[in-house]
């Protein structure tokens, strides 16, 4: 879903940078107010993961693809406000060096990539952690499923911001459904990607997992590797 | 930091790179859904080529690198290792300056051993 250059006016590009920066701001301090000494590495890595899973692209349709955005696993993996920023590096990266996604939309896919699916993702997961049962499966389960919603719903901000300010005038009622109907797709992918990475961790390392930090389960294990000399 | 945690963050970097060089080249490269709906609901020709196109790693490959798989590959693993020591950098950096900012004497700053 990178935009590329040229897909949308310079106003609304330069407001969406405004957006996507002043969140990035205010998403360094939260981050770095909550997160504890093994933090940096492990969002070093989760920001590193996202990259290389955003290579593999999967066929979703005829002739068409799609690649995890990340958003949700990053901020169940992380929290909300790392996550964000994890995947946020991933778009400067890849923007500067590899040439995906424009550089003057860069603001544009902070928001649509990082920003909407990491928060819209973690609010789904904590909603659907709430309803269920407090265990490893309702993680993995929340977190695919969270994933699943918040590709869509990144379709559909696209669609409304390609209203605003998109290079061509278009019905907004067809572009928001053939954005959503093949993000649904994609989703499907992202909800399977994501259950599955986070599935592998609850069953290594479920202390690391920021979205499961409730589940005190198997304390004496970890403890236990804490006093190990 | 725990050994078992380093041991984790090894781990998970090593799965990273392999998914980066062994499963990237063999991805898709059909359109994705936005280029795919951009060319059904023909708004795709504004598109402008990309400033940096003529980047040594532009479109995930590596310049002179002439295997297309291969240079698919290293740039993956390019990828996932400069963005995770730019991660950690980021991360590391501003709790450092939080550290400096809420201990003026600089007493208590980040990265002591604890």
């Known amino acids: 879903m990178h935009v590329p250059d040229g897909f949308f006016n310079a106003g609304t590009s330069v407001a969406a940078g405004a957006v996507a920066a002043g969140t990035v701001t205010v998403c360094l301090k939260k981050a770095s107010a909550e997160l504890n000494d093994s933090a940096a590495p492990l969002a070093g890595l989760t920001a590193a993961f996202v990259f290389a899973l955003q290579m593999l692209n999967f066929p979703v349709a005829s002739g068409t693809s799609g690649h995890l955005l990340g958003g949700t696993l990053a901020a169940v993996l992380v929290g909300p406000w790392a996550g964000t920023l994890c995947v946020a590096l991933v778009l400067f990266v890849q923007a500067l060096l590899f040439a995906d996604g424009g550089l003057t939309a860069l603001g544009l896919n902070v928001v649509l990539i990082a920003i909407v699916p990491a928060f819209v993702g973690f609010a789904v997961f904590r909603l659907l952690r709430r309803a269920l049962p407090a265990n490893p499966g309702a993680v993995v389960g929340a977190s695919g499923f969270a994933a699943l919603v918040s590709v869509p719903t990144a379709a559909a901000v696209f669609a409304v911001l390609y209203g605003i300010g998109g290079a061509v005038d278009l019905s907004f009622g067809a572009l928001l459904g053939a954005m959503v109907g093949v993000h649904v797709l994609v989703g499907i992918g992202e909800g399977l990607i994501t259950a599955a990475v986070v599935s592998a961790i609850v069953a290594t390392r479920p202390d690391l997992i920021y979205g499961a930090t409730d589940l005190r389960y198997r304390p004496v294990t970890a403890r236990g590797a804490e006093v190990a000399p | ?114």
Request: aromatic share 4%; charged share 20%; proline share 4%.
């Open chain 2, 1 to 114: 930091m725990r050994a078992h945690t380093k041991l984790f963050i090894a781990a998970g970097l090593l799965v990273g790179l392999v998914l980066a060089l062994l499963l990237s080249p063999l991805a898709s490269s059909a359109p994705d859904g936005l280029e795919k709906v951009a060319a059904e609901e023909r708004f795709d020709g504004t598109v402008r080529d990309h400033d940096l196109a003529g980047s040594p790693l532009a479109d995930y490959g590596v310049r002179g690198v002439d295997n297309g798989r291969l240079s698919t590959g290293l740039a993956g693993v390019i990828g996932v290792l400069l963005t995770f020591g730019a991660g950690i950098a980021l991360f590391a950096g501003s709790r450092a300056l939080r550290a400096r900012a809420h201990s003026p004497s600089g007493g208590r700053a980040a990265g002591q051993p604890s």
